[in-house]
């Protein structure tokens, strides 16, 4: 499997965008999943499993601001660590595989008329799955597939997790209105 | 829509993430090291190696120019320099970063390595990658961890609740120490690279590995 991820690395300066983002981003890192994991083997070992995912994506982070860059580590490393956790405690997988549809539109006039503080202060309080795609999808642009691959999730179970996320933001939004 | 929710989640995003900034720095283990080395070397295979660089000569302007402006700031307010470095200090630690990374390498081109330990030390691992490079020598529970780095790509979170950071002359060039009591830190900028040495040896020592270098 390592070398399958390897082989996608096939230029120099893919391989010197890997190094650096481990160099300048593996205190992070290891800080947000230690956080998560209060383990610092485990901690470890989901910056280096970031690493893989990320020589997996590479095409795509190279073509992320350099700014961003970062911020997609970030994220996936989370979800790894959190992931961890979940495998160690036994937890169950939040997302169901039956196929929802995702009628939860979100209107760009009505997030107008919502306080921005209170919906920035609403997402950062949704559960750590739905706050990643919403990283992923919406900050960093990443395309449905993309996102499945960072997060090792099925195309459903995205679609899912994106539509209860979109309906939660709604309900927010309407609430307050 | 999608614009506006952007702008916010990006805000969300940067509020969320900003307490992790001020983490403290965290030693890697040697496991995890080696596999992080696996994976970029074998990255490596697939593309051509780098050419060796020469070492070059500290240009002597900068060098005074930056020591002036040292100076100047370090008498102004938290954030301080020192020669190639600047510091901001937070309530636990502090960020370095490099000022003059004009003209230095962007990759390891050169790998310096210690003409000079003390008896008893054995390599444990040996490692150069495009922009770091380690040497780490134990003996017992003594060890000698150098590490080299490219200056462009050069930052650190250093832990500093409890302990300073102090000026110090390493191997001819100003840099800085940190005692963490039980060992010890010592960060310089050779013109080209940025180097440092973690070690429990005394500081002594620690200055005659720098100053052999080569």
């Known amino acids: 499997m390592l070398g399958l991820y390897l082989s996608l690395v096939e230029s120099e300066s893919e391989k010197q965008l890997i190094e650096q983002l481990y160099n300048n981003n593996k205190q992070v890192m290891y800080n947000i999943a230690f956080k998560n994991l209060h383990n610092s083997s485990d901690a470890e070992d989901a910056v280096h499993e970031a690493f893989l995912r990320a020589i997996k994506q590479i095409d795509k982070i190279s073509r992320i601001p350099p700014n961003k860059q970062s911020a997609y580590m970030n994220v996936i490393v989370r979800n790894i660590s959190f992931q961890m956790f979940n495998k160690r405690t036994n937890d169950l997988s939040l997302d169901e595989e039956t196929e929802i549809t995702d009628d939860a539109i979100l209107e760009d006039e009505a997030i107008g008329n919502v306080d921005h503080d209170l919906l920035v202060k609403f997402i950062i309080s949704l559960p750590q799955g739905m706050r990643d795609v919403l990283y992923l999808k919406y900050f960093l642009l990443m395309s449905n597939e993309e996102i499945e691959q960072a997060l090792c999730i099925s195309p459903s179970a995205l679609r899912n997790r994106l539509f209860a996320t979109r309906r939660k933001i709604k309900d927010f939004i309407e609430n307050r209105e | ?214």
């Open chain 2, 1 to 214: 829509m999608d614009d506006l929710l952007s702008t916010i989640v990006e805000q969300a995003y940067t509020t969320e993430f900003k307490e992790y900034e001020n983490s403290t720095h965290h030693f890697f283990s040697l496991s995890h090291r080696r596999r992080m080395k696996q994976l970029f070397n074998n990255g490596a295979a697939y593309s051509d190696k780098p050419e060796i660089r020469q070492k070059k000569k500290i240009p002597a302007v900068a060098v005074t120019l930056i020591v002036i402006l040292s100076l100047l700031i370090t008498a102004a307010g938290a954030a301080f320099f020192i020669h190639g470095f600047g510091f901001k200090k937070e309530s636990d630690h502090t960020v370095v970063f490099t000022t003059d990374t004009a003209d230095a390498p962007k990759t390891i081109g050169y790998v310096y390595s210690p003409t000079y330990l003390p008896d008893g030390f054995e390599a444990e691992t040996i490692e150069a990658y495009d922009l770091t490079a380690t040497h780490l020598y134990r003996k017992g529970n003594d060890v000698i961890d150098i590490t080299q780095q490219t200056k462009p790509d050069f930052s650190g979170n250093y832990n500093t609740e409890g302990y300073e950071i102090e000026r110090v002359d390493i191997n001819g060039h100003e840099g800085f120490k940190i005692d963490f009591k039980d060992s010890r830190m010592y960060v310089w900028d050779n013109g080209d690279y940025i180097f440092d040495i973690y070690s429990t040896l005394p500081d002594e020592e620690i200055l005659k590995i720098a100053a052999g270098m080569k």
